[in-house]
């Protein structure tokens, strides 16, 4: 089960820093996490609790990888 965009999560303002801001459980800022679940951290309190709910982080693809990739590889 899979989202486009996780982006339902708590923020807060960082302090100091002008439109910035970060998720309140896991202080990653939000244009880090870039609505992707595994933005935040595994420790972060939504992630665990979307995890449980069924949803994956899937894990970051490079661009590079992604351009080179040759299927003949695969074995
Ligand atoms: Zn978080």
Do not use: W
Not at 43 to 69: D, F, M, N, T, W
């Amino acid at each position: 089960m899979k989202k486009l965009y996780y982006i339902d999560y708590p923020q807060e303002h960082i302090e100091g820093q002008m439109h910035k801001y970060r998720c309140v459980h896991c202080k990653v800022e939000t244009t880090i996490i870039n609505g992707r679940l595994e933005g935040h951290l595994p420790s972060c309190e939504y992630r665990i609790k979307l995890e449980k709910a069924g949803y994956e982080a899937e894990p970051v693809k490079s661009p590079e990888i992604l351009v080179s990739h040759d299927a003949d590889d695969f074995d």
